[in-house]
């Protein structure tokens, strides 16, 4: 009979089933089939034939060779085994190099990264798109960039970036940089954000000024052209002095904005002409426009579209050209007189054209009418008519017709307009050449010295309108028509009729302040003038007017530090040497000319300097190696220098001054110094060196033996 002991009973059964259904959520269930199993364990009879009575049926695993094993705990498997399901506590190990790799299996790791500043994200941004715009001068480009850009609370930043990428380019990029913020003002950038971004611009002028050599006077440009461009309220210059120490370069900003710029006669066109104005065009441009303008004016009739087109110009500042080529177009065209007549006095009642630049326009054209007669032999009658019809009409100052006696204008002499206009051929022959000794010969043989005021004020007005070579070239010519055939008085006087046509000169010459007070400043620093004639040129100039102002800038470059170093390289001249290196070769030479060298070489090693300002330094090397070297021919170096004009009785003055200043240092190595000294000083007055004024009398009497 079969025996029931290897069967299961239905409790066990139960426990199995119960075991089944839970074995595939082992780490969800509180009890797992293992612990089941364990609790309750099966059994089977004596009789039966599984020797493992006693050891539950799961734990037991038959191998291959027919042996019995017992697992590991848990249900692991042992040697031979597979192990069990989802063993993760083995050495197993991700091969990289198996071609069954799978990246995504790698085990995650956290990356660090910085979380990013919007304000740095914006700064960013902003960099890319303005030079994008300095590129392409695209202001609409850019105010559509800047309006996508969003982030409109950061925009006193970018008024920052802006300004500061302009101040270290080109007056092209300095010009759009301010056409920019006259665009954006309002419509993009509100008036306080305007504000806040030149705050940020002067509390950096510090930084600004260690990368940009002429921060201030830069800045100072961009913040007067946006005063006058009325982006910012003048009153703001007042409050924002308040917040900055007076020792900050952004309280120098400020002053040298309200001082310098926005104090100046014509300031506002000046500022708008600064970096080369913002119309874009050039002085022939414009002219071609207006006579373009005039012509469509004379065929249509229309007056309201050429002030129109007159307005569009933006060019207030020149419209005394507009006056006299409307004039010159009534005078070459009668029937075209009536409708130019009429069209300048609309322009003056409508206040488009200023009285002043009316009266200019007539003016210049007084002054051409000699030239205009060659094509219209009846130009000046014609113009005799056109002045009283306008001063009748109202829009004329009858201050014009002061110029005349019994309705003739006052037309310059016959022999000065034929010198200005041989001048003019010589001077541009020689900008050309750059041969002073052509051109003193050409001067000469005109045979007019009394004209040479104007000659001089000739050569600076073409000057000033041309390149830093001319510029320079100028002021060049000037030292040695002074040595050659002009008098000092001829220089002052020259200089005197300049700056009385100054802010005429303004109208049509851009910056012409600050280049007049530059060619003055050179005049002195080159010994073509004294200080003292700085004096005299401005006691002979109305207290208030524009000329007294560039005689004050003038004293101020006189006076700086460093001033004859700085004033001789203003456009590019001088020969670029460190002071160390011209005191080297000032003593090679001094040394070579005392070991046996010739006078003349040694005059002309001073000449090829280049560096008249420093002669005094070689007025001090000599006469120390004269003391040391107990030899007197340094004497018949100095006499052969000042015979020749080589150096000036005040460099000679500097550089005796400067001996005696360091007389006690020199006293140490020299014992006798005091002693040489007071002979050189005797010597130089006695052969006219030096004035009779010079004071040695500060220096110790010599000690006499009893």
Known sequence: MASNEGFLTDQQRETLKLATQNAGSLSSSPKSPKTLLSEHPLKVPAAGK?????????????????????VKKDGGGGKGTWGKLLDTDGGSHIDRNDPNYDSGEEPYQLVGSTVSDPLDEYKKAVVSFVEEYFSTGDVDVASSDLRELGSSEYHPYFI???????????DKQKEMASVLLSALYADVISPPQIRDGFVLLLESADDLSVDILDAVDVLALFLARAVVDEILPPAFLTRAKKTL???SKGFQVIQTAEKSYLSAPHHAELLERRWGGSTHITVEEVKKKIDDLLREYVETGDAFEACRCIRELGVAFFHHEVVKRALVLAIETRAAEHLIMKLLKEAAEEGLISTSQMAKGFARLAESLDDLALDVPSAKSLYQSLVPKAISEGWLDASISK???????QMEDEKLRRYKKEVVSIIHEYFLSDDIPELIRSLEDLGAPEFNPVFLKKLITLAMDRKNREKEMASILLSALHIEIFSTEDIVNGFVLLLESAEDTALDILDASNELALFL?????????????LEEIGSRLPPNCSGSETVRMARSLVAARHAGERILRCWGGGTGWAVEDAKDKIQKLLE???SGGVVIEACQCIRDLGMPFFNHEVVKKALVMAMEKKNDRMLDLLQECYSEGLITINQMTRGFARIKDGMDDLALDIPNAEEKFRFYVEYAIRKGWLPSSFE????PAPVVAT
């Open 592 to 594: 070579e000319y005392e």
């Open 50 to 70: 599984a020797p493992t009575a006693g050891i539950a049926v799961r734990h037991v695993r038959r191998t291959h060779s027919g042996k019995f094993i017992r």
């Open 696 to 699: 040695s009398s500060s220096l």
């Open 245 to 247: 120490p007076e020792s």
């Open 403 to 409: 110029s005349s006696d019994n309705g003739d204008v």
């Open 160 to 170: 920052k970036r802006l300004v500061s990428m302009a101040m270290d380019r080109h």
């Open 521 to 533: 400043a050179r005049a002195v620093i080159d010994d073509v003038l004294a200080p003292l004639n």
